[in-house]
């Protein structure tokens, strides 16, 4: 059974840092994406982050290029969301996501790609 627990979230400042961590378990190797989503109420899902865990690469979205990074620790299954400069329009619901089987790398774009979900972690970010 795939299980995605994100943590990390909280309030932050515009110009302040958070890291979300997402502990993935129970996928198969063929799953092979990672996406960081973030929802506002009333808002589609927007990606803004994928994650290739065969080698680690990372494609990161437009609207947060330059201040949000991904990475990973394949020795704790977790895929992490660096997020610097915060703005307030970041703030959110963040959630990790994985791919359906055998996506190649570059991840797929797009929560369509993307079938088991996490509960979701807030980030609130105050001007």
């Known amino acids: 059974q795939v299980r995605l627990v994100e943590s990390g979230g909280g309030s932050v400042q515009a110009g302040g840092s958070l890291r979300l961590a997402c502990a993935a378990s129970?996928?198969?190797?063929?799953?092979?994406?990672l996406g960081w989503f973030r929802q506002i109420p009333g808002k589609e899902r927007e990606g803004v982050a994928y994650i290739y865990t065969p080698d680690g690469s990372t494609y990161i979205s437009d609207s947060v290029r330059g201040r949000f990074t991904g990475s990973q620790d394949n020795a704790k299954n977790t895929v992490y969301l660096q997020m610097n400069s915060l703005k307030p329009e970041d703030t959110a619901t963040y959630y990790c996501a994985i791919g359906s089987r055998w996506l190649a790398s570059p991840c797929a774009a797009g929560s369509s790609h993307y079938i088991d979900w996490g509960q979701g972690t807030q980030v609130t970010v105050s001007s």
């Open positions: 129970g996928y198969s190797d063929s799953r092979r994406c």
